[in-house]
């Protein structure tokens, strides 16, 4: 498997995985002009994507599919709801659009594709786990809270993008307005970076070759802070990376 952050965080989302042939994008929240400039980079074109599966609603998340459909000619997944609910940003004419249910596997060739319903606070949230037969990595940003399968899932992953969204001191003594922070630390907002590294100390098995801290926030958090209090709970046994907020990660490949 390979895997590509081509960006992560509120200004716009996007993962790139390849695996056994099947060329998958999980959220448009970047432009088609960055998005097809990052992955040429990295030797790919945006083209030759088999689809692009839309994990929710949120603009951070959804708001280039119809760029991505009309410009590349890509199939674009999405729950029934999430389209609904997207109606508001006026996404425009998506000529190949393929719905599926939350919870419900998507099958590309040898590669399953397993959709994760989350607690985050979008109309029907998923994240997701790619399956290759023989190796599997996760997708899993914008979770809510630390909810019962998640521990269960990362314990059978080869790799993942995990959610590292907020540290705490930061998000209590920073400038978002008390409700703003009660929506961010709430069971529908995201996951810290203690609760990030907690989940990976906990359940992160042997297989676990790597995790890439995923959605940082700008204003209430720092890749340094995010990378130390991983390295001080879960330990550095194993690699830990960072899909950054304004350019691609370096390519990641899961053995």
Known sequence: MICLSLNSGSNGNAIYVEADGAKLLFDA?????RAAERLAAAGRDIRDVDAVIISH????HIRCAGIYARKFRLPIYMTRDTY??????KLGAIADLRGFR???DLTFGGVTVHTIPTAHDATDPVAFAVN??????GVLTDLGHVFPALPR?????DAVFLESNYDPDML???PYPAHLQARIRGSAGHISNVESAELVAARGGSRLQWVALSHLSEMNNTPQLALRTHREIAGRRRPIHLAP??????LLHVE
């Not at 290759?132 to 990595?137: L, M």
Request: proline residues 0%; glycine residues 16%; without cysteine.
């Open 29 to 33: 929240g970047i432009s088609g002009k």
């Open 57 to 60: 609603d949120h603009i951070d």
């Open 84 to 89: 609904r609910a997207a109606g508001r940003y």
């Open 102 to 104: 939350a919870g419900e």
């Open 132 to 137: 290759d037969g023989s190796r599997r990595v």
């Open 153 to 157: 899932l990362l314990a059978k992953l």
């Open 172 to 174: 209590a003594t920073g």
């Open 245 to 250: 907020r304004d350019r691609a990660s370096q």
